[in-house]
């Protein structure tokens, strides 16, 4: 058989034909399957080749036998077929030992044998190989060979270039399938390891297989690790992980891996992940003490999320203030903090720790801060209120933190290192940072602005309006300064704190010092967190606080003391007590400013501020935009109302010019409210708003007797009932309810403050300017004319002109308690000089005195006359007494 025939090809020239029928024909024939068939094909190549070039086969002398390079090859075949001497170097090196005997046109014709036998090969010892490919040079070769050998060759130089995973000599008395499937089981372990995903790794290990394992003692320590590392449990090495732990109990490395083990056998290792964390801040043993908290201590895990909490950056000083840079300066929460507080959320917690999570999670703080101030104090407690100090506390507040001596329970050394780490991290960022380096340098600078960073919307304006939301004293010349520097801010951005202070200094109250020992400072924090809680969240943080509020302790000169005893006193619950606040008292009117939701003014039992009616209209613009004509309304009168400053004013106008409707009535109505005289609503605009025509007719009068001239009459008792019930009916829409609100307060404000009206003033008949009322004027002028009638009678037996000197002071008499009468009828002496000339046509028309009802309400004469409670009540609550409303 000619050589074309077995390489299954014509005769030709191409060498590249040749080359790739040769290796077509190739796998047909294994080296050690089919030594004799692979040698003919290999010789068929060559003879090819040499044709190829123009070189004849019959010109070579013959050879006796086998020639030297198929000798060369044969003695390769016969190295890789025995399972004694494939996997030892020194029969490697005796075989290249060989090859140097060889010519070097004999050793070029046997190099593409060996590669293709190296190729088709199964698993060999890479430092076996190395020796073979080290003496043939073929790494120095590569770009000589055409690409398509090339490519094979280098992948073969990359994979022996690798260590073998053990000593591969140990396996020379295995027969060859023992050692193939040994070899072959180790690798595929050791490429799951390092080029694939775990996950793999650990599905390959748990295959059922009967495989023998090398007994090289060196490889097992290895495969250990790698099982260890990738989550396979393994009871050898976890016998081989304690006792190196108990060699060298020091050594975190044998410490993690002996961890990872008992962690993979389900077994207890907090004795080994506290110190792996402490020492090194391994991630998996912060996540492994997470998980073990969440199940035996889920009281501390909020403590532990936040003791693993990392992160810090330079402060920025490099930067000006309205730089973004600004912020990475600051102390943070990572993302990996935050979903692991997305993953508490849905944990079983107990209240304290539940609510520290949800103010974690942004939720508001007081539920938490309630849940603290009402539990005993323990050293979780005392954890748990360095943690709310850490970004509510001061900077004296920090520094106990720091010497602060970890409990009894395993976890707490872990929580007190990482709060302390966040203790110093604060401590350097409210002394170092640049924003409130400024704030400071302003505040110590009389006269001096603040910078314009901090009055724009800036990152550093956030910052320090963060820093002073902590809770920080602030003695009288800094809290002025504080007020001065930013006034041009509104008082809503304000953090609570600062404006609680603020409100007491000007309402000449002020906040005592606290303390200088920690439990005292804990005792004037947790005064003061009552006083912020109700200016933030008033109902709901005395909801959270009402069972420990009669335990909670205050100092008396303390204004937590006094609002505790209001409190208390009350014995209402908290809406109502909220709803019936007097904004003349210095700390309830504190409170109230910050109560301005349209339904709270409306259900207040007090008439509300005509600032807190603004700030509504302001703050809920939106939520009263689907009613119109009660915005302009309340915008009109806010507008008119002389006890709000000019610029709130001026805002109302604005918005009450920016209402539009395509309606010829409209620039009219709206003109009419600017200059405070607004026109009547025909019935049918009313009806399709939505508005009762008689409730709109009683609000344009009252609004004309207030602002129709440049001195306001009060409306008369009629008018206002029918506006209090119109505000107290629910089917009035809010905004209109509103408007009505502060026609009412308007109304209150100008009643005129008298003593309170009582018997005995009523019968001081020279006091002209006074009020009478039925029951009185009746029994003075019975009594009137009882005297007189006698004495006249007497005097005109003595003289005639006697007789008229004592009519004539009856007369005058009479006529004080006319006036007086008409007083209380809120007539004046225009209806008296009425009534005396009506009388000489009319003689029983001064009757009707006896028998018409006075003014219910008071009025520029003064209250009305009766029962002494009816002095203490405010207008509203007379109104809805005269309406046959309670409450």
């Known amino acids: ?82 399972a004694g001497r494939r996997f030892r170097p020194e029969a490697w090196q005796d075989y290249c030992r060989v090859l140097d005997q060889l010519p070097l046109d004999v050793l070029e014709s046997v190099d593409g044998s060996l590669r293709q036998i190296l190729l088709s090969n199964g698993p060999l010892s890479h430092r076996c190989v190395n ?209 692991r507080w997305q993953r508490a959320a849905i944990t079983e917690l107990p209240p304290l720790a539940r609510t520290f999570v949800a103010w974690q999670m942004g939720d508001s703080e007081w539920p938490f801060l309630a849940e603290l101030l009402g539990v005993a104090d323990t050293p979780l407690t005392q954890l748990y209120r360095q943690a709310w100090l850490l970004q509510r506390g001061d900077d004296a507040d920090l520094e106990p933190l720091l010497n602060l001596e970890a409990g009894d329970h395993p976890l707490d050394a872990v929580l007190v290192q990482g709060l302390q780490h966040h203790a110093r991290q604060q401590r350097q960022w409210l002394r170092e940072s640049p924003a409130l380096l400024a704030l400071q340098q302003v505040l110590h600078t009389p006269g001096a602005p603040l910078p314009q960073a901090l009055l724009d919307n800036t990152v550093a304006r956030a910052q320090v309006l963060r820093t002073l939301r902590r809770l920080h004293w602030h003695d009288d010349a800094t809290l002025q300064r504080l007020g001065e520097v930013f006034a041009p801010l509104p008082n809503n951005w304000l953090p609570p704190s600062l404006l609680l202070q603020l409100r007491l200094q000007r309402s000449g109250h002020r906040l005592p010092p606290p303390p200088d020992d920690p439990q005292g400072r804990w005792h004037w924090q947790r005064q003061t967190l009552l006083l912020l809680g109700l200016l933030e969240q008033p109902e709901a943080w005395l909801e959270h606080l009402e069972p420990t509020l009669a335990t909670l302790p205050t100092d008396a000169e303390h204004p937590a003391h006094e609002a505790r005893a209001q409190l208390l006193a009350s014995a209402t619950t908290p809406r109502r007590w909220l709803l019936n606040l007097d904004e003349n008292d210095p700390l309830q009117g504190l409170i109230a400013a910050g109560q301005f939701s349209p339904q709270v003014l409306i259900d207040s039992t007090r008439l509300p501020s005509v600032a807190r009616l603004d700030a509504c209209a302001q703050q809920y613009g939106q939520e009263l935009a689907h009613d119109p004509f009660g915005q302009m309304l309340l915008d009109a009168l806010l507008h008119h109302d002389p006890d709000l400053p000019q610029e709130e ?136 004319v009882g005297v007189a009638l006698p004495l006249t009678f007497l005097a005109d037996k003595l003289s005639s002109s006697l007789a008229m000197a004592v009519l004539g002071g009856a007369f005058l008499i009479l006529v004080t308690c006319l006036l007086r009468r008409l007083h209380d009828m809120s007539r004046g002496v225009g209806t008296l000089m009425m009534l005396l000339l009506g009388s000489f046509l009319l003689p029983y028309m001064l009757l009707v005195l006896f028998f018409w009802p006075g003014d219910p309400l008071p009025n520029r004469y003064g209250p009305p006359g009766g029962k002494a409670t009816n002095a203490t009540l405010d207008l509203q609550a007379r109104l809805r007494r005269l309406n046959g409303v309670e409450g």
């Open 649 to 784: 004013r001026n805002q109302a106008l604005q918005r009450l010019l920016a209402f539009t409707c395509p309606g010829v009535w409209f620039e009219p109505f709206r003109e009419g409210l600017v200059k405070g005289r607004p026109q009547n609503l025909a019935q049918s605009i009313c009806t399709d708003n939505g508005l009762v025509f008689a409730t709109m007719e009683a609000i344009f009068d009252a609004m004309r007797e207030l602002l129709g001239s440049a001195r306001p009459h009060l409306p008369g008792t009629r008018l206002l009932r029918k506006l209090q019930k119109a505000k107290d009916a629910n089917a009035t829409p809010t905004a209109v309810r509103l408007a009505i609100t502060l026609l009412l307060s308007r109304c209150e404000r100008l009643l005129p403050e008298h003593a309170p009206t009582t018997w005995r003033s009523q019968w001081r008949m020279w006091r002209l300017g006074g009020r009478l009322n039925r029951v009185n004027f009746t029994l003075q002028t019975l009594g009137l």
């Open 131 to 339: 020796l073979l490919t080290e003496r043939m040079a073929w790494a120095n070769r590569l770009m000589q060979l055409p690409f398509e050998e090339a490519e094979p060759l280098d992948q073969l130089l990359q994979r022996i270039a690798e260590p073998d995973p053990f000593d591969l000599a140990s396996l020379s008395d295995w027969p060859i399938v023992a050692q193939v499937e040994n070899l072959w089981y180790v690798r595929t372990l050791e490429h799951l390891f390092r080029n694939r995903p775990l996950q793999e790794f650990r599905g390959w290990c748990s295959l059922h297989l009967c495989l023998p394992m090398p007994a090289d003692p060196d490889y097992y320590p290895r495969l250990y690790r790698q099982c260890t590392l990738a989550g396979v449990a393994l009871g050898d090495a976890l016998d081989h992980y304690q006792a190196l732990h108990a060699e060298t109990p020091d050594d975190l490395d044998i410490q993690y891996l002996l961890a990872l083990q008992k962690q993979h056998h389900d077994q207890d290792a907090l004795d080994l992940w506290i110190p792996l964390w402490r020492e090194r801040e391994m991630p998996e043993a912060a996540a492994w003490l997470l998980a073990w908290s969440a199940h035996h201590s889920p009281e501390r895990l909020p403590l532990l999320i936040l003791a693993f909490n990392r992160s810090q950056s330079e402060l920025g000083h490099q930067h000006p203030l309205d730089a973004y840079q600004l912020a990475d300066g600051e102390p943070a929460q990572t993302p990996q903090t935050l979903a």
């Open 1 to 82: 058989m000619s050589c074309w025939e077995r390489l299954g090809i014509e005769p030709t020239d191409d060498q590249n034909i040749i080359r790739s029928a040769y290796r077509a024909r190739l796998p047909d024939v294994h080296p050690e399957r089919d030594p004799e068939g692979f040698q003919a094909l290999r010789s068929a190549y060559e003879d090819a080749l040499r044709e190829a070039r123009g070189e004849t086969v019959g010109e070579q002398p013959p050879l006796p036998g086998a020639s030297a390079s198929e000798q060369a090859v044969q003695q390769f075949v016969e190295l890789l077929q025995d």
